[in-house]
C-alpha cells in the first residue's frame, strides 16, 4: 500500500489502527452487513477521491442534517471508513489533529447521528462482542453467531 500516496491525495494521515486493518485485508464484512472500506494497492488514489467527494454527506450537509458535523476537508471533517447494507455510514471525526485519537461517528439509516471516543478497530471490535451499542442499528445485528468475511490481501 502506498500510504503515502493516499495520504497526500486525502489531504490527512489515517489512524494507525485503520492502516494495519488494511495492511491485512482488501475485504472486511462483519455478519453480511457492515462493509469496511479499505484501500486496494495501486488504487490509493482512487480511495482517497471517493472519501473526499462524498457526495451523499455533502447532501446532508447542504441541508442541514448532519447533527453539527461537517464533510472533510473542513476542519473536523467527517471522513468515511465503512457502512452497512441498511444504510448506516461510518465515519471518523478529524480532531483533534492526532488521527490515532480520532473518535468513530455513525450516522444512522434512520437520521440519527452517534459519536464514540474510540478508533475504527476497537469500535469494530466493540460492535461485535455486543459492548458498544449504536442507536438505530438493528437488535439483530450482530447475530448470535456473526460470521466476518475476511479476505487477506497479504501474499505470504
Given amino acids: 500500500m502506498d500510504w ?3 495520504e497526500v491525495n486525502l489531504g490527512t494521515a489515517l489512524p494507525s ?9 482488501s475485504v472486511l464484512v462483519i455478519d453480511d452487513f457492515l462493509i469496511v472500506s479499505t484501500p486496494t494497492p495501486g ?14 454527506l ?23 471508513w ?10 471518523w471525526r478529524t480532531t483533534p489533529a492526532d488521527p490515532d485519537v480520532w473518535p468513530v461517528v455513525v450516522y444512522g439509516a434512520n437520521g440519527d447521528w452517534s459519536e464514540f471516543p474510540v478508533g475504527a478497530v476497537e469500535f469494530l471490535a466493540g460492535v461485535y462482542r455486543r459492548t458498544i451499542d449504536v442507536p438505530g442499528m438493528p437488535r439483530s445485528f450482530p447475530s448470535d453467531d456473526p460470521k466476518v468475511l475476511g479476505l487477506s490481501s497479504r501474499i505470504d
Fill in 43 to 56: 488504487a490509493e488514489t482512487l480511495w482517497a477521491s471517493a472519501r473526499r467527494e462524498d457526495e451523499i
Fill in 4 to 6: 503515502a500516496a493516499l
Fill in 17 to 25: 489502527d485503520f492502516r494495519c486493518l488494511a495492511e491485512v485485508y
Fill in 58 to 80: 455533502q447532501d446532508l450537509y447542504e441541508m442541514g442534517d448532519t447533527g453539527g458535523y461537517v464533510p472533510f476537508p473542513q476542519p473536523g471533517g467527517l471522513i468515511s
Fill in 82 to 91: 465503512a457502512e452497512s447494507n441498511s444504510g448506516d455510514s461510518f465515519y
